[in-house]
């Protein structure tokens, strides 16, 4: 990622040279929780006719510095904030401020992970109820960064489309395990345009949008976009539905991502114990839960370039699987087969696209990891079983 001056200058200040003498705050720490889904991009432009675009192409977080503060409340933006940590106190109760902004892809700058404990140590304690934001790449560790750090929400790019896609999933696989293993939101940052120069391709909404729900189906709870343009509408089009897709996906709490063959590097086939199962192509399955127990799927179509009938079985009773709807918000619930006495359902993907699915089973309990034999679970979650 490329900086502007103003951000790179609050990085130097505020990254690495905290104040150890700043002042504790008077409410005691709490746990930061995220609850809304974000939409958000580097920087976002000042002249007026690109302002308009930017403003009606979807995003609801920006990167921004104090004096940026009153447009991003006049589009009704909220801002992840570069600022030095002794200015942390005058925002720590204005609405606008999502987080606070540190540091961009450290590794690739050779910062080291533990001279900046103090910085985030310090802007967590003079503001409890927001996230410090340090953004990695390719080229750092997200397990030994969480470790030392302990940040409250994990975010990394990776441009696929710019940089070759064989690294793609392998890095999806490996962020998604550091955050869900410190119970940490992530956010993938994401190209806006398939090439970093030239006119937009014919085919760029398919590349992005594969990238985009490919993130989804790893659970990640933010897609942060690089390269905005204002010729090419795919961007606020797939905002459009992550504005509507976002407050179910933030909810849910990943357990399981398979792929169907062929499988990428590093990725994993969908075991003969899951409850759902699938022959089809070039798919993702992502499977989640969320709090109330209610199972969910997250279906992507790995190939950008042809959409395909995915036909999903499922091993265990079923009493209804509905489709979330991206344009009404709603669910609709979709008309299952039987297949060798099991139902089956038959689901269109276009090239690059997902779908979420809700699955609602009967006769069937969750048991803890340990109590069920090895060959029934996976390596990242329980496993449903029959109570009988």
């Known amino acids: 990622m490329r900086h502007t001056a103003r951000l790179s200058i609050a990085v130097l200040l505020a990254g690495r040279f905290a104040l150890a003498s700043a002042a504790e705050p008077a409410e005691a720490p709490r746990r930061w929780k995220m609850d809304s889904f974000l939409i958000s991009h580097w920087s976002f432009p000042k002249e007026g006719p690109r302002l308009k675009q930017f ?53 690739r700058k050779n910062i080291r992970y533990e001279t900046l404990v103090p910085t985030m140590e310090a802007f967590h304690r003079l503001d409890p109820s927001r996230p ?22 994990l975010s990394y790019d990776y441009y696929q489309w710019w940089s070759g896609s064989e690294p793609f999933f392998p890095l999806l696989e490996r962020f998604r395990r550091a955050a869900l293993d410190a119970d940490l ?28 729900y490919a993130a989804l189906a ?20 797939i905002n459009g539905e992550l504005k509507v897709l976002g407050p179910e996906l933030v909810k849910l709490r990943s357990g399981d991502v398979f792929h169907t063959a062929p499988l990428p590097p ?4 969908v075991p003969g114990h899951a409850w759902v199962q699938s022959s089809t192509a070039g798919l993702v399955l992502g499977l989640f839960r969320n709090e109330e127990g209610t199972d969910f799927l997250l279906l992507a179509n790995r190939d950008w370039k042809t959409a395909r009938t995915a036909t999903l079985t499922f091993a265990v009773p079923v009493m209804r699987v509905s489709r979330f709807d991206r344009q009404t918000g709603r669910w609709i619930d ?23 699915l809700r699955v609602a089973k009967e006769m069937s309990v969750w048991l803890p990891r ?12 329980p496993r449903l079983v029959s109570p009988n």
């Not at 590093?266 to 086939?269: A, S």
């Not at 340990?370 to 979650?381: G, H, T, Y």
């Open 132 to 153: 410090a934001y340090i953004n990695l790449n390719e080229k750092d560790d997200p397990q030994a960064f969480v470790k030392l750090l302990r940040p409250r929400v």
């Open 334 to 356: 979709t008309t299952l087969a039987l297949e060798n006495d099991r139902p089956t359902l038959a689901q269109r993907l276009a090239p690059g696209d997902g779908v979420l």
């Open 266 to 269: 590093q990725t994993r086939p």
């Open 370 to 381: 340990q109590e069920l034999p090895d060959r029934q679970v996976s390596c990242d979650s």
């Open 218 to 237: 790893y659970g990640a709870k933010g897609i942060q976009w690089w390269g905005w343009r204002a010729d090419s509408p795919d961007c606020a089009k």
């Open 55 to 107: 403003a009606e192409a979807g995003f609801n977080t920006v990167i921004a510095v104090p004096e940026e503060l009153p447009a991003c409340q006049a589009k009704g933006w909220r801002a992840l904030l570069a600022v030095r940590a002794e200015e942390v106190p005058a925002y720590v109760h204005n609405p606008i401020v999502w987080g606070y902004f540190l540091l961009d892809e450290p590794a």
């Open 185 to 212: 939101p992530l956010l993938c940052w994401v190209e806006a345009v398939a090439v970093p120069h030239g006119p937009a391709p014919a085919d760029n909404e398919a590349r992005v949008r594969q990238s985009v």
